[in-house]
């Protein structure tokens, strides 16, 4: 059963579009995270969030925006969809302290841009 | 730079046999381990995760080991069926305030039945 949730799963837009993939989580963590992968390739950290009101560009440059107002949802902006931003998008969320339990990820969005 | 190799880069077996996975970090000084499946364009299930403490974790038929000093992780499958057909992804944490995860490759298993 998820804990982390990602909406929508698929999503076919045109160029110049606005889009908003929703990423949220029960669990209460503090930290979360969007990874791109591109077909066959490895996962890329594109953004995170210490927290409520925290976030930080990840290793991978990308023209998305994010934003944590809640500590339970981390959505992700794309203000002008693009070809080359045809990726699938990964979100995920961690929590510290005595015992970590490591990362939990949502089952992704396949975004497609024509 | 902390890196993180997985080799073999694909894997095909036939059913039933015994395999290992091999994850290696340039990096010694991890936080943790995790070790993820990823069936073809879903996201990634945990499947192990190995504090810098520990040596090893186990849940059913898989079996990781972490040895920190030599920057080396496995992880051991048996009796592998053809359910087990995924991407293996191995991950390493390095802590501190943002806790974030330096991915591998992956190995792309393929369990003939």
């Known amino acids: 059963e998820a804990d982390i949730y990602q909406t929508p799963r698929y999503l076919v837009i045109g160029t110049g579009k606005k889009i908003t993939l929703e990423c949220s989580q029960t669990m209460g963590h503090d930290k979360m995270y969007w990874y791109q992968q591109d077909p066959g390739m490895e996962l890329h950290l594109i953004h995170y969030s210490y927290g409520v009101n925290s976030t930080e560009k990840g290793d991978l440059s990308s023209e998305s925006t994010v934003s944590r107002i809640r500590t339970e949802h981390f959505p992700l902006t794309l203000e002008s969809a693009r070809p080359s931003h045809t990726s699938q998008y990964l979100c995920a969320s961690s929590q510290d302290g005595a015992f970590n339990y490591g990362y939990t990820f949502g089952s992704g969005t396949r975004l497609t841009v024509v | 730079k902390q890196e993180v190799t997985q080799i073999p880069a694909a894997l095909s077996v036939p059913e039933g046999e015994n395999l290992v996975l091999n994850c290696s970090f340039t990096?010694?000084?991890?936080?943790?381990l995790q070790w993820f499946r990823q069936d073809p364009g879903k996201g990634l299930t945990s499947l192990l995760l190995?504090?810098?403490?520990?040596r090893e974790q186990t849940s059913g038929r898989l079996n990781a080991s972490l040895d920190k000093s030599s920057g080396r992780s496995t992880l051991y499958i048996a009796a592998s069926q053809p359910g087990d057909s995924a991407t293996y992804l191995c991950?390493?944490?390095?802590?501190?305030?943002?806790?974030?995860?330096?991915f591998g490759t992956g190995t792309l298993l393929a369990v003939q039945p």
């Open positions: 190995i504090q810098s403490s520990q």
């Open positions: 990096d010694s000084a991890i936080y943790n």
């Open positions: 991950a390493v944490g390095y802590g501190g305030a943002t806790n974030k995860l330096i």
